[in-house]
């Protein structure tokens, strides 16, 4: 007998129950006909405030999160607790620009980001830019939800791949059938297991680790011991700059994802999406909380399991760390939380990236008389086709290459930004002037990271997201996050560019949407689809 | 009509607070007070969570439209 197999028990009814509401959530809140990408791909547009909260935290609070933040405050200290004041800055930050994008959506029927910029920009290229960069981002990201599943399975001895499989397999199957539903359905069970569990781990855990004063200063003295210098409770003169570029940049970047404003783009009207923005961020404090996880591992000794290779896995100190301290029943329902943590966000990403291949490269180059139904198959075949591929990127690359990507991944994002949130609010840009600084923030940012190592690992490309301003010729220790600086560079370039193709007086697109578009309300009259139809 | 529909109000500039005051790393950047245990870097960070919750939710009370219609 295996020493967890109660572990193992609780985990498994709980998977296999929620797996059952997966398929069962086809059912939920039946339109006649779900075939078309506005019932399966967004729920038909139809979700409360509820329902948008627990499928939008169920998204964005992933399972990956969830052990990678508190390995990073293990390893690194206050640097990792950069995960709460970006939570905290990203809601008043994108307050009134989802509300502007959700009108226009919903008047437009837009279904992802790079249907926006199709119509805003009038440029079919520009549109292909964005939804590139939104799956290329995408993909490492649902990759890390399998990351999140195998530090839980690790932590409960079971090695091998085949469980995985099997994971991803239903879930492919019933997101298949459901759509969005499933996810929105099953982020219920998710987030509920979530706040049990963090609720009982900051309450049991310090009470037996001898008090919060004594988890912190046992952290404060195990970095007061290694030789780096930016380790340690409190930020350094050289990382506060990284923590709040890093804060800064990921708040920016975050409802860029498609998956982010998959979840928002499904609800109903503007008001749901305002009063989520206010109750959103009980998922920070959640997420605060878990941070510090790091530190009770500091406290409690916990050691990471050592792979075969040798090298210790840090993203398993938080399951270890549950196994070590919980009664056993419970420590299962801790590791189904992070488990079912992983399905949320990986149903939505698939869908996301889906309806991006399907709205802006089937339905643009392949066939552009698409109707409903056969835009929602296209889809669902494409969700299945990107699990099968994160599971391969898992199966056949080293989890560290997902783990780089998706650290590109988060640069490479924010180099929308110019077209998307800015594009929300002016129409000032030429679409060459963004295309050439999408171009020359990616190259910049990719430059910064392969110039990267790092040393705790011995890498010398792609170590991290905090670029060395050494590196740029100043004379300090201090590090800014690679995003940020690429984000710079994309915006002066794109300012830059439509300077020059203004005054060569080069065509510009054609804007498809109107000033009143951007205030629309539940019930306001939409177009029907009009505008993607339009020119080239 | 131009100004029929808007989401202009000055409410909004409240909505900077909650983004500027978290990245403003020397107000909590140190250990003592501690507060239950926590240093003033966890604790006072934590609480910046209420700030956020307290303006969006003022701003959205405050701008809210809907009611002006027939």
Redesign the interface.
Same mark, same amino acid.
């Given at each position: 007998m295996n020493a967890h197999t109660t572990e193992l028990v609780v985990f498994a009814v709980l998977f296999l129950a929620v797996s059952v509401m997966g398929f069962v959530a086809a059912r939920w809140r039946r339109p006649e006909n779900i075939e078309s990408l506005h019932e399966w791909g967004l729920g038909g547009r139809s979700f409360g405030s509820w329902i948008t909260w627990f499928l939008v935290g169920g998204d964005l609070y992933t399972a990956y999160t969830f052990v990678a933040v508190p390995a990073l405050v293990f390893g690194a200290g206050?640097l990792g607790?950069y995960a709460?004041?970006y939570t905290?800055?990203v809601?008043?930050?994108v307050?009134?620009v989802l509300?502007?994008m959700w009108s226009v959506s919903h008047v437009h029927g837009f279904v992802t980001p790079a249907d926006f910029v199709r119509a805003r920009f009038g440029s079919p290229t520009l549109a292909l830019i964005i939804a590139i960069t939104g799956l290329v981002a995408t993909m490492p990201y649902i990759a890390l939800q399998l990351v999140g599943i195998e530090a839980v399975l690790k932590a409960m001895g079971i090695t091998g791949h085949l469980p995985i499989v099997i994971a991803f397999a239903i879930l492919a199957a019933y997101t298949y059938q459901s759509g969005l539903r499933a996810p929105a359905l099953i982020a219920f069970v998710k987030d509920a297991l979530i706040y049990i569990v963090i609720i009982a781990a900051v309450v049991y855990i #310090?009470a037996k680790l001898g008090?919060? /004063?004594?988890?912190?200063d046992s952290a404060?003295a195990k970095f007061a011991k290694t030789p780096a210098p930016a380790d340690g409770?409190?930020?350094t003169g050289a990382n506060?700059l990284q923590?709040?570029s890093l804060?800064?940049g990921s708040a920016l970047a975050l409802f860029l994802y498609p998956h982010s404003l998959t979840g928002v783009l499904a609800s109903k009207n503007r008001?749901v999406i305002?009063?989520n923005?206010?109750a959103l #961020?009980a998922y920070?404090?959640v997420l /605060?909380l878990i941070a510090?996880l790091g530190f009770m591992a500091i406290a409690a000794g916990t050691k990471p399991i050592v792979g075969p290779g040798g090298k210790a896995d840090s993203n398993t100190i938080v399951p270890v760390l549950f196994d070590q301290l919980f009664p056993d029943w419970f420590a299962g329902v801790a590791y189904a939380a992070i488990g079912i943590g992983a399905l949320v966000p990986a149903a939505i990403m698939s869908i996301a990236a889906a309806n991006l291949f399907t709205r802006n490269i089937y339905r643009e180059y392949i066939n552009r008389d698409a109707t409903d139904a056969q835009e929602a198959k296209v889809s669902k075949l494409v969700s299945l086709v990107v699990k099968v591929g994160a599971v391969l990127c898992i199966l056949l690359l080293d989890p560290q290459f997902s783990i780089d990507l998706q650290l590109i991944g988060g640069v490479i994002i924010l180099q929308t930004l110019p077209s998307v949130a800015l594009g929300l609010y002016t129409r000032w840009f030429h679409k060459g002037g963004l295309m050439a600084g999408w171009a020359a923030g990616l190259a910049a940012g990719l430059w910064m990271l392969y110039l990267t190592p790092n040393p705790a690992n011995g890498k010398l490309h792609f170590g991290g997201s905090a670029f060395a301003l050494k590196n740029l010729g100043l004379d300090t220790p201090m590090t800014i996050y690679t995003g940020f600086l690429a984000l710079i560079v994309n915006l002066v370039v794109a300012v830059l560019g439509t300077l020059l193709f203004r005054a060569l007086k080069v065509r510009d697109g054609e804007d498809a949407t109107s000033?009143?578009d951007y205030?629309?309300?539940e019930g306001d009259p939409r177009v029907k689809d009009l505008d993607l139809a339009g020119s080239h | 009509m131009?100004d029929d529909?808007?989401?202009r109000s000055p409410w909004?500039w409240l909505?900077?607070?909650?983004?500027a005051i978290?990245?403003m790393?020397f107000l909590y950047?140190?250990?003592e007070p501690?507060l239950?245990?926590?240093?003033l870097?966890?604790w006072l960070?934590?609480a910046?969570?209420a700030?956020?919750?307290a303006?969006?939710?003022l701003?959205?009370r405050v701008t809210?439209r809907?009611r002006r219609r027939p």
């Open positions: 206050a607790f709460l004041p905290v800055v809601y008043p930050l307050f009134l509300a502007r #310090p008090g919060w /004063g004594h988890i912190f404060a409770i409190l930020l506060q923590y709040v804060a800064f008001n305002k009063r923005m206010s #961020p920070s404090l /605060g510090l000033r009143d205030f629309a309300d | 131009p529909k808007s989401d909004n909505l900077l607070v909650p983004i978290p990245l790393t950047n140190a250990d501690r239950f245990g926590f240093p870097f966890y960070q934590i910046f969570i700030l956020g919750v303006t969006t939710t701003v959205y809210r809907g």
